[in-house]
């Protein structure tokens, strides 16, 4: 799926759904700015956009098309012979967490930003970019006044799409802590190793946007205007208090792993402990018993011998029952 808008540069609507010919004369429109949102996209829409259209880079068509595993930003000049304008090509992941499959889910969102356009290229549908398509259309919000403003405001609503995915997680390690204390079970702990290595995952994520934003926020990019750095650095400050929250989740699950190993390690001790009293308190049983289950034809030790040793077991047996229950060791 295909969606293009193109907006004046007080941030209004222009045009919506632009035939694909008439791109080249509004690109070239200097009060006017391009956005063009490929969603899935056909091989033939991809090559027709990205090579014929805008012209960019090969090497960035490639990264954009090629699943990338890390986030990562890139400027390109062009060079002799080279067709394409300035651009800043960057790729930024968003993520969705289900407490039913516990696993972060990341799509990939690629942006293709220059002076007088924005191409946004990702294969599943985003919340992100839906929401600000919708937001973009409305008269009275003029969030796409610029690329680099229609930029910011996608990277921040991803970075706020974090929030309900950590809620999810924060909830899950939750239940898990209640789980651990009521019946830690081998499926507990699958479900913390489970957790925690979906927290080293969102750390994964989170750490290059970081990096990535962090370039932004500096103001080391040109086609960033000055009076919306501070814009790009309060998305790197929400993203850096993402990452602290997940370090603070690791730090939970880390603990609850601890008391995990130790109430294992406590109940292990009770049934060690109580197999260890009962054969104390059997052995005089065993003892006697095995000395008097050999096969006697007269018992001449003792008058009445059977009953004598029955007797005696019977008496040291509570006898050490009755120690043991006397130094609370039951």
Avoid at 274 to 284: A, E
Wanted: proline share 5%; net charge negative; aromatic share 12%.
């Amino acid at each position: 799926m295909v969606r293009s808008f193109a907006y004046t540069t007080q941030g209004r609507l222009h045009t919506k759904d632009i035939q694909a010919f008439l791109m080249p004369t509004l690109l070239s429109d200097t009060n006017l700015f391009l956005w063009v949102d490929l969603e899935n996209p056909t091989p033939e829409e991809t090559h027709f956009f990205l090579e014929e259209v805008f012209h960019f880079h090969p090497l960035s068509i490639e990264d954009c098309v090629a699943d990338s595993p890390s986030p990562k930003v890139e400027e390109y000049s062009p060079k002799e012979d080279d067709r394409f304008t300035p651009y800043l090509f960057m790729v930024i992941h968003a993520v969705d967490y289900s407490r039913a499959d516990g696993v972060f889910a990341t799509s990939e969102l690629n942006f293709f930003l220059g002076r007088n356009f924005l191409v946004t290229y990702h294969v599943q549908p985003l919340k992100s970019v839906a929401n600000v398509a919708e937001r973009s259309v409305r008269s009275n919000v003029h969030i796409a006044r610029a690329p680099d403003r229609l930029a910011y405001s996608l990277l921040d609503s991803i970075a706020e799409n974090y929030k309900p995915a950590l809620e999810e997680l924060s909830l899950e390690i939750a239940e898990i802590e209640e789980r651990v204390l009521r019946e830690p079970t081998r499926e507990t702990l699958n479900s913390i190793l489970k957790v925690k290595k979906e927290v080293l995952h969102l750390r994964q994520i989170i750490g290059p946007q970081r990096e990535v934003l962090a370039r932004f926020a500096a103001g080391e990019f040109k086609l960033i205007r000055g009076h919306l750095v501070p814009y790009y650095r309060d998305v790197y400050d929400g993203l850096f208090r993402i990452y602290e929250l997940a370090q603070g989740y690791t730090d939970s699950l880390t603990g609850i792993l601890q008391v995990y190993l130790n109430m294992s390690s406590n109940q292990t001790g009770e049934v060690i402990k109580l197999l260890t009293l009962i054969t104390i308190i059997t052995t005089p049983l065993m003892m006697i018993g095995t000395w008097y289950g050999m096969n006697f034809h007269n018992m001449p030790e003792l008058p009445h011998g059977y009953w004598v040793a029955t007797g005696v077991m019977v008496c040291s047996t509570i006898a050490t029952y009755w120690y043991f229950k006397r130094k609370k060791w039951f």
